[in-house]
Structure formats: C-alpha cells, structure tokens
C-alpha cells in the first residue's frame, strides 16, 4: 500500500517561494510518474506539474511554468515542488499524486495515490 504525506505549505507574502515535499512510502515510488496537483476554494482540481519515474519528463499547466518546479530523490523516496514567485492566485491545498499505471506522467486518476493535502496561503 502506498501512503504519500505532503509537507512544507504555509503562508507567503506574494512573490515569496515555497518548497512543497512528499514523503512516499511502498515500494513502488521509483516506478511510476508523480505529480502534484491544487484545489482552491470552490473550483475544482486541477494539475500542476509531473514528472516521469526517472525524472527525465516533466510537464507543467501554464500557470506555474517558470515558476514552479518538480523533482524527485527515488533514493529518499520523495518528491518537491519549488514553487516561486508566488502570486494570489495560486493559493490553493496542494496534493500529491503517484501514478498507479503510468511511468511517464501523472494523470490524476481517482484510481492513483494522493496525499492528504497541504495548504498554501498568499498574502498580498
């Protein structure tokens, strides 16, 4: 069974950063694509960025490209968002997601593994 506990959200004033982790437990991390995606308040949820079991293909949605990035440690088990440049619009709980088929990239299927969410606040 594979858990995925996200940490490292809070407050930022805008134009500050963040480093979003998460902590994956199973054996089969290494495997399968992550990703992380947002829900704000009152909208749906929507993707972020993804990366491919080796971390060689990343992708992002428009709204956080070159502003946010997506990496990964198979050796520790854990993925990161750094997320810069932080604006009003993106507050939002972030989640984390493991792929439960593809290696390439994050779908975001009901069926994959998610954390429990980590909230991120921006001040103006």
């Known amino acids: 069974q594979v858990q995925l506990v996200e940490s490292g959200g809070g407050l930022v004033q805008a134009g500050g950063s963040l480093r979003l982790s998460c902590a994956a437990s199973g054996q089969s991390f290494s495997s399968y694509a992550m990703g992380w995606f947002r829900q704000a308040s009152g909208k749906e949820r929507e993707f972020v960025a993804s990366?491919?079991?080796?971390?060689?293909?990343?992708t992002y949605a428009d709204s956080g490209k070159g502003r946010f990035a997506i990496s990964r440690d198979n050796a520790k088990n854990t993925g990161y968002l750094q997320m810069n440049s932080l604006q009003p619009e993106d507050p939002a709980v972030y989640y984390c997601?493991?792929?439960?088929?593809?290696?390439?990239?994050?779908?975001?299927?009901?069926?994959?593994?998610w954390g429990q969410g980590t909230r991120v606040t921006v001040s103006s």
């Open positions: 997601n493991q792929d439960s088929q593809s290696g390439v990239v994050a779908r975001g299927s009901k069926s994959d593994y």
């Open positions: 990366i491919s079991w080796s971390g060689d293909y990343t």
